[in-house]
């Protein structure tokens, strides 16, 4: 079993549309919670960071972290066709430390 | 300009010859990782060092090796004893917040 599992997709929306993005874990240990995006042939781009659990909020984007379910999300609201990108999420036990990304999930929005 | 700079964005080598691939980073910050992406496999780390001639193996260290002899750099270099070269170089750093900051990538083609 993977460290962290993320649906692949792709998934297609049309512009305007809320977009959910999941990511479940293994490991109660993870403390530390990642979204990023990334653009084809270019590197990651950090768009979210989350210590523990809660939800935190970013202009269009929110993260969600619940711990007792193993469980992240990562919302985007008034999709843009700018969006359409690959969304890795990640995360890590503590500082320093190694981190443990999902496959990434390809996201299309539709003008 | 704080950031992380890769070099060069695309490489192209014979099968045989070993070949170094920079990572500069002027963030100040103590972690380095190099990581790998294939397409359909997310990223796979390679080695992590989190101090000064200091560095760990991560999951696919075989036929790479790295040197980490100054805070600011941290050079992979792949040998010809690694099987399947060709593919997408990332390097990373992080802070004591554990976020993680990715380069541009450098495309390697080995033929």
């Known amino acids: 079993q993977k460290e962290v599992e993320q649906d692949p997709g792709p998934l297609s929306v049309p512009e305007g549309a809320i977009v959910s993005l999941n990511c479940t874990y293994s490991?109660?240990?993870?403390?530390?919670f990642m979204w990023y995006r990334q653009y084809s042939r270019k590197g990651p781009e950090l768009l979210m960071y989350?210590?523990?659990?809660g939800n935190k909020e970013d202009g269009r984007f929110t993260a969600q972290v619940d711990k007792s379910s193993k469980y992240i999300s990562l919302f985007i609201r008034d999709s843009q066709p700018s969006d359409s990108a690959t969304y890795l999420c990640?995360?890590?036990?503590?500082?320093?430390?190694?981190?443990?990304f999902g496959t990434g999930t390809s996201l299309t929005v539709i003008p | 300009d704080g950031g992380i700079t890769q070099s060069p964005k695309y490489l192209f080598r014979k099968e045989g010859q070993n070949v170094t691939l920079s990572c500069e980073q002027n963030?100040?910050?103590?972690?380095m990782y190099w990581y790998r992406q294939d397409p359909g496999q997310g990223l796979r780390l390679i080695y992590y060092s989190q101090i000064v001639n200091d560095f760990q193996k991560g999951d696919i260290a075989e036929g790479y090796s790295v040197s980490r002899e100054k805070k600011e750099s941290f050079p992979l270099t792949v040998t010809s004893a690694q099987k399947n070269p060709t593919a997408f170089y990332l390097c990373?750093?992080?802070?004591?917040?554990?976020?993680?900051?990715f380069g541009p990538g450098t495309r390697l083609t080995v033929t």
């Open positions: 990640a995360m890590s036990f503590n500082t320093g430390n190694q981190f443990y």
């Open positions: 990373a750093s992080a802070d004591a917040t554990t976020e993680q900051y």
């Open positions: 490991n109660s240990a993870f403390q530390y």
């Open positions: 963030l100040n910050h103590d972690a």
């Open positions: 989350t210590y523990s659990s």
